[in-house]
C-alpha cells in the first residue's frame, strides 16, 4: 500500500534524532526541508535528501517558505543539556534554545497562509523531575528542579498554536539510544576505558526509547489526527541503572563490576548529576491507548540490537551515514577501488596506498597503506574479509596502529539515490590503559577523518563518480 506524501520542515535536523527522523520520512518517501545556520556545510552530509532554509536559531525570524505548504513541522531544536557544565550562562542557553524556536516557529505560522497542519514539539521527561517509584503517566504533575522549570516553560510556548488551528503533539522524550549519537556513544566510551559502572545505588530508574521507536512515533503523530497533546517518548519498560550496566555490558562484551558513589558523582558533575541520580520512571500510556507498537519494548532488547554485532570486547563505535544523489550501482565503482582512498581521506594524514593484493578488489584482498598520524609514520595493512558487489564489504586491519579496527562499508538505494554507512569498531593497544591516556584523542581523530570524508564525497556527487 502506498504512503500519501507528505512535506515535512524539521527544525534541529542536523542532531542526531533529526537526522534519523530525516533518512526515516526520506525512505517513506515524504519531502523534507530542514532549517540550518549553515546550509552549505551541512548540505550534502545528512543522511536524507532535503531542501535547505537558513536560519539563525534563536530570536531570528524563520523564512516564510520554510513554512508554507508544509503538512507537518517537527522541532526538535534544543542546546545539549549533558556535554557542559550547568554554570548560569549555561542554564540561560539551555532555556532560551527551546522558548525561542517555539516563539520563532509561532511567529512564523501567525504570518503564514497555508499553514502546516500540525506541530510536532520535543520537550523532555526531565518534565517530571525525581520521583522515586511513581509510575509517571502523561497526567502526573510537573517535578522540581531546573530541568522540570526547563520543560514547563518550554511547553508553555505552545499554547497559541491550537488558537491557530494547529494540532500540536508534544513528546516528552527519554534517553534515545542509537549508535550515530546521543548518550550511547559516549557511554560506550567510557566502558571501553574499563569505567562502566552503576551509578549511585543503581536503584533509580531510567526512561529510554530506542531512536527507531522514536522516529516512528514522531511519524505516527505527524499523520494520525488522533495524536493530540502531551505524549510520553519513552519505552513501554523503563530500567533501573543497575539493568541499563548489565544490557550495555553483556551485548557490548564490556566488564561491568564496578560502582560510583552519588557522592562522587556530584562532585565531579555537579547539578548536571541530576541526569544519571535522578529516578524517572515514565510510562506512555498515551501511545499505548492509541496501539502505538514499540519495537524495542525492553532494554535488553534494545542493546541486543544495537550492540549485538560486537566483534570483540571492550570496543569503541563510530557510526556515520550520509545520503548522496546517486544509484549505488554508479557508487560502487568508486569505492571498490581501493586507490580511490586516497582522494577521500584527509591531507594531514599523509595517506598512501603502497600495495594492493590483487588486481580486483574482492574477499581477501590485502591492502598495504602508509601514513603519519600527528607526525609519526605509520604502517596499516588491512584484510577484506567480506565482499558483496553493490552493497557493501568489510576490512579489517592486520597490521596497524589499533589492537582492532573493523569497518563495514554499506550501500543502500534509498529515495532516488545511495545512503552510505560506515559502521568501525575499534579498540587501542594496551587496553584500557591506551584508552584512558589518549582515547578521547583518537575519538576526536576518527570523527575528523569520517568529517573530511563526507565534506569530499558531497562534493564529488555532481560528477565525481
Known amino acids: 500500500m502506498s504512503v500519501e506524501t507528505k512535506r515535512f520542515l524539521i527544525m534541529g535536523a542536523t542532531g542526531f534524532v533529526g537526522r534519523e527522523l530525516g533518512r526515516r520520512l526520506a525512505a517513506a518517501g515524504h519531502h523534507v526541508a530542514i532549517l540550518a545556520r549553515q546550509p552549505e556545510k551541512v548540505r550534502g552530509c545528512l543522511p536524507f535528501p532535503c531542501e535547505v532554509f537558513a536560519w539563525g536559531g534563536g530570536d531570528a525570524d524563520i523564512p516564510p517558505a520554510a513554512v508554507e505548504g508544509r503538512d507537518a513541522v517537527v522541532n526538535l531544536v534544543g542546546e545539549g543539556i549533558a556535554d557542559r557544565p550547568w554554570t548560569a550562562k549555561r542554564r540561560e542557553a539551555i532555556v532560551a534554545s527551546r522558548t525561542q524556536s517555539v516563539a520563532a516557529l509561532a511567529r512564523a505560522l501567525t504570518l503564514a497562509v497555508a499553514r502546516p497542519s500540525v506541530v510536532v514539539q520535543a520537550s523532555a521527561i526531565g518534565f517530571y523531575g525525581d520521583r522515586g517509584d511513581s509510575d509517571l503517566t502523561e497526567q502526573a504533575s510537573a517535578g522540581t528542579g531546573f530541568l522540570a522549570e526547563t520543560c514547563v516553560a518550554w511547553e508553555r510556548g505552545l499554547d497559541h498554536f491550537e488558537s491557530m488551528g494547529v494540532r500540536v503533539v508534544t513528546l516528552r522524550i527519554g534517553m534515545v539510544l542509537g549508535l550515530t549519537g546521543g548518550a550511547l556513544p559516549k557511554l560506550l566510551g567510557v566502558y571501553a576505558k574499563g569505567l562502566g559502572a552503576v551509578l549511585g545505588n543503581g536503584r533509580q530508574w531510567t526512561s529510554w526509547i530506542h531512536v527507531d521507536d522514536l522516529t516512528a512515533m514522531i511519524a505516527t503523530a505527524a499523520v494520525d489526527g488522533r495524536w493530540r497533546g502531551v505524549f510520553n517518548a519513552s519505552a513501554p519498560e523503563p530500567c533501573r541503572n543497575e539493568s541499563l550496566n548489565a544490557a550495555i555490558a553483556k551485548h557490548g562484551r564490556y566488564a561491568a563490576n564496578k560502582s560510583v558513589p552519588a557522592l562522587a558523582l556530584r562532585a565531579t558533575m555537579g547539578k548536571r548529576a541530576a541526569l544519571v541520580l ?177 565534506k569530499t564525497v558531497a562534493a564529488m556527487k555532481a560528477g565525481g563518480f
Open 278 to 454: 535522578a529516578s524517572t520512571k515514565v510510562i506512555p500510556a498515551a501511545a499505548a491507548r492509541l496501539g502505538f507498537a514499540f519495537q524495542f519494548p525492553t532494554i535488553d532488547g534494545a542493546c541486543a540490537a544495537l550492540l549485538g554485532g560486537a566483534v570483540e570486547p571492550h570496543l569503541r563505535r563510530h557510526v556515520v551515514q550520509q545520503w548522496i544523489p546517486v544509484a549505488p550501482a554508479e557508487v560502487w565503482p568508486f569505492f571498490s577501488e581501493a586507490r580511490n582512498l586516497e582522494r577521500i581521506t584527509p591531507p594531514w594524514l599523509g595517506f598512501k596506498v603502497d600495495d594492493v593484493s590483487t588486481a580486483a578488489m574482492g574477499e581477501g584482498t590485502r591492502i598495504r597503506y602508509s601514513l603519519r598520524l600527528h607526525g609519526i609514520p605509520m604502517a596499516w595493512e588491512s584484510l577484506i574479509t567480506s565482499w558483496n558487489p553493490g552493497l557493501g564489504f568489510v576490512d579489517e586491519q592486520k597490521r596497524g596502529p589499533y589492537s582492532v579496527w573493523h569497518h563495514t562499508h554499506l550501500f543502500e538505494a534509498m529515495a532516488g539515490g545511495t545512503l552510505m554507512t560506515d559502521a568501525v569498531q575499534y579498540r587501542l593497544p594496551v587496553a584500557p590503559l591506551g584508552e584512558l591516556v589518549a582515547g578521547a584523542f583518537v575519538e576526536r581523530d576518527v570523527a575528523r577523518i569520517f568529517a573530511h570524508r563526507c
